[in-house]
């Protein structure tokens, strides 16, 4: 199993402002995922971090609202751009386990951001 | 593209009553199957998966969830519940031939164990 360690846990931050989330492993991992939770919804996949290459995003994301750095293979960090109160969720660091006999996807805590 | 279906987004239930939390998903290639948990207050958990072999996966706590291919699902059951089960359920789906783990969650399911 791998433990993740995200920081900060939670924050309260003002519009237009900028929040980057860390991320640490306790082990190294070939992809790192970035997830948010908006209020009493599921998770939705943000972007795939690879080491070395530029994070892949899906549909409804951008780098430059969500830019992510990958500078090895034990940490990532997400920004949060130009914050709006639309932003407020949790947002979720996972990696996933090497090789398919392993467990998918171990989780962080999580942050919990509030826009004002 | 792959997706995930719950239809329930609640499910009350009494206490030692049964309980089955529907899972259904769509995609055009073999897949692994999960259910997560996130208990109030707490992270995601992964409660079990199905990845090859048996249909029937079980997890520690008496949860239970059979993959039927035909019909696209992978609905979790538990015989008798307790209130501790009280708990937001996830269904996801992951492409078993993907070139990375790229998980893709359902909408979740509320599940409260009533007194």
């Known amino acids: 199993s791998a433990v993740i360690s995200q920081k900060p846990s939670r924050d309260i931050c003002q519009r237009g402002t900028s929040l980057t989330i860390q991320c640490q492993v306790d082990?190294?991992?070939?992809?790192m995922f970035w997830y948010r939770q908006q209020p009493g919804q599921s998770l939705t996949l943000i972007a795939t971090?690879?080491?070395?290459?530029?994070?892949?995003?899906e549909s409804g994301f951008v780098i430059d609202k969500f830019p992510i750095s990958r500078p090895n293979l034990t940490f990532s960090t997400l920004t949060v751009s130009n914050m709006s109160p639309e932003d407020s969720s949790i947002y979720l660091c996972?990696?996933?386990?090497?090789?398919?006999?392993?467990?998918?996807?171990?989780f962080g805590s999580g942050t919990q951001l509030s826009v004002l | 593209a792959q997706s995930v279906t719950q239809l329930d987004s609640q499910v009350p239930v009494f206490e030692e009553a049964p309980v089955e939390l529907r899972c259904n998903y769509s995609?055009?290639?073999?897949?692994?199957l999960f259910w997560y948990v996130q208990y109030p207050n707490q992270g995601l958990q992964l409660l079990l998966k199905?990845?090859?072999?048996?249909?029937l996966v079980e997890s520690i706590n008496g949860f239970e969830a059979e993959f039927n291919k035909s019909q696209t699902s992978f609905h979790l059951r538990k015989p008798s519940v307790h209130i501790s089960d009280t708990a937001e359920y996830f269904c996801?789906?992951?492409?078993?031939?993907?070139?990375?783990?790229?998980?893709?969650f359902g909408p979740g399911t509320s599940l409260s164990v009533i007194p």
């Open positions: 996972s990696v996933s386990g090497q090789g398919v006999s392993t467990e998918k996807l171990f």
């Open positions: 082990s190294q991992v070939t992809m």
């Open positions: 971090a690879n080491q070395g290459s530029e994070a892949t995003y």
């Open positions: 995609s055009s290639v073999s897949v692994y």
């Open positions: 199905y990845l090859s072999g048996s249909t």
């Open positions: 996801a789906v992951s492409d078993e031939g993907t070139s990375y783990d790229k998980v893709i």
